[in-house]
């Protein structure tokens, strides 16, 4: 069972890694230091969107609109450590 832990905490890591690294590249686009002109730019860019569509979709439809500014990468993350939490706190009962 300890391996059951490990894996969902590794699962919960990578989730929290590629939402910082769509933030952060959404902040360069929009500053333009980056351009989605350049190929290898885009695919990072649309593989992120679609990774993370499904977790930021349903957040988006219970948050109210904010006129342009999107609150839902900042929602998954806190769902994200609140479960790391949840594990934590419960990793007894894992072995």
């Not at 059951?4 to 959404?26: E, G, P, T, Y």
């Amino acid at each position: 069972m300890q391996s059951l832990f490990q894996i969902l905490m590794l699962l919960l890591d990578v989730v929290w890694f590629f939402i910082i690294a769509h933030v952060i590249m959404s902040w360069l686009i929009n500053f333009q230091v980056l351009n989605l002109h350049q190929q290898l730019v885009s695919q990072i860019w649309y593989g992120l969107n679609r990774i993370l569509e499904p977790l930021y979709g349903p957040v988006r439809r219970m948050l109210p609109p904010m006129s342009g500014l999107d609150l839902a990468p900042l929602v998954v993350l806190l769902g994200v450590f609140a479960l790391r939490i949840v594990l934590i706190n419960n990793a007894a009962l894992f072995y």
